[in-house]
């Protein structure tokens, strides 16, 4: 089992920039693939950013390209995801998602077998 616990959002300004944090525990041998996806409310969950956990191989949404960034962190079982220049439509509860199988760079939320509770980001203009 693998459990992931996300930190790092909190209330910010339009142009500010947070850096959120994924902690991973557990059977961490079986992650292949990891990322970021956002839900707003009143909205699908979407897929942000996305890494494989072996190799340098990731993948950010053309929306946000310009401005997150994916890493992982393999010393310390983190992946955390860098946003700069935040605008109001970032606004969201964004979760971490951990997927086993085979190593692929996806957003299908069906991919992924464990979720972490999610951290909230808001964007005030």
């Known amino acids: 089992q693998v459990q992931l616990v996300e930190s790092g959002g909190g209330s910010v300004q339009a142009g500010e920039s947070l850096t959120l944090s994924c902690a991973v525990s557990?059977?961490?041998?079986?992650?292949?693939?990891m990322a970021w996806f956002r839900q707003a409310p009143g909205k699908e969950r979407e897929g942000v950013a996305t890494?494989?956990?072996?190799?340098?191989?990731?993948f950010v949404h053309d929306s946000v390209r310009d401005r997150f960034t994916i890493s992982r962190n393999d010393a310390k079982n983190t992946m955390s995801l860098q946003m700069a220049s935040l605008k109001p439509e970032d606004t969201a509860m964004y979760y971490c998602?951990?997927?086993?199988?085979?190593?692929?760079?996806?957003?299908?939320?069906?991919?992924?077998?464990?979720w972490g509770q999610g951290t909230q980001v808001t964007v005030s203009s």
């Open positions: 998602a951990a997927g086993s199988g085979r190593g692929i760079l996806t957003f299908h939320p069906s991919q992924y077998n464990f």
């Open positions: 557990g059977s961490m041998y079986s992650i292949d693939y």
């Open positions: 890494i494989l956990t072996r190799g340098m191989n990731s």
